[in-house]
């Protein structure tokens, strides 16, 4: 009898030991993207989001690889009580996925709206530290980890009416490098995510709040799209173990950084 002759994949290749990954704001957009692609490339997921109702038609698509549960990341105590409050088998997260966060306004600093802003470092940065430091513990205990933060171009492109959406992007890009200081010599692996102009979601309508101009915006542009970015999570993820994609910085072809804004006269 012929011996059977087993051939892997290109994926199986690439592909990394099953993780548990959680990943926040899984509920739309990229989350729930990442977290489709995640359980199709083997993963369990925790997708967390504020309401555990918008997470049940995932859940029901998903099954038994995914475990919803309620978080809203701004909420001091349940970020910090996450860990043990998770279920027996679940404990051990591999993967964290800092998607959570949002833009709010897009007016000069002078005419924002300070509770925008408030949200916006509340969600963005205090959310993402708090959860980072509650789950890298158990990563570097483990020597097996991988820290996935969602920044974007605005955090190193400055542009009018990015104000502390900017800011706050440009706070989640060097935390992550300030973490993979801290991580050097570990498994724990730490990658900033920083996409430019992203469609299929609902960031700008919340942002804009107006469906008019949001759709204004993405008028004659090809966006980057939530497939897209869970297309650079799980590559970033099933690279070799002692190599960390430290940075992505993704646009669309339509988008360019074209250079340093001249005000000419008044
Ligand atoms: C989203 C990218 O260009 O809207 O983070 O600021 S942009």
């Known amino acids: 009898m012929a011996a059977r002759c087993f051939v892997p994949t290109f994926r199986e290749v690439l592909s990394v030991v099953p993780t548990t990954a959680l990943v926040t704001g899984a509920s739309a957009g990229f989350g729930a993207a990442i977290t489709r692609r995640l359980v199709a490339e083997g993963h369990r997921i925790i997708a967390a989001a504020r309401r555990l109702e918008r997470l049940e038609s995932l859940a029901a698509e998903l099954g038994p690889a995914l475990l919803p549960i309620a978080l809203d990341v701004t909420d001091r105590d349940a970020v910090l009580a996450l860990p043990g409050s998770l279920p027996a088998g679940w404990q051990e997260v591999d993967v964290l996925v800092n998607n959570a966060g949002l833009a709010l306004g897009a007016s000069p600093v002078w005419e924002t ?131 960390d994609i430290t940075r992505i910085e993704m646009m669309p072809t339509c988008q360019a950084d074209a250079g340093l804004a001249v005000k000419r006269g008044r």
């Open 113 to 243: 709206r300070i509770e925008d802003w408030e949200q916006m470092i509340a969600t963005n940065n205090t959310g993402l530290v708090r959860l980072t430091r509650v789950l890298v513990p158990g990563m570097r205990e483990r020597n097996r980890g991988h820290i996935i933060n969602l920044s974007s171009t605005a955090g190193s492109h400055p542009y009018p009416g990015s104000d502390i959406y900017g800011a706050s992007k440009a706070f989640v890009t060097l935390f992550s490098a300030n973490l993979r200081a801290d991580l050097i010599g570990t498994k724990v692996r730490v990658t900033n995510i920083e996409p430019g102009l992203c469609g299929g979601t609902e960031f700008s309508n919340v942002r804009l709040r107006s469906d008019e101009k949001a759709a204004a915006l993405y008028e004659g542009t090809e966006p980057i799209l939530p497939e897209d970015i869970a297309d650079a999570v799980a590559w970033a993820l099933a690279r070799p173990a002692h190599l």
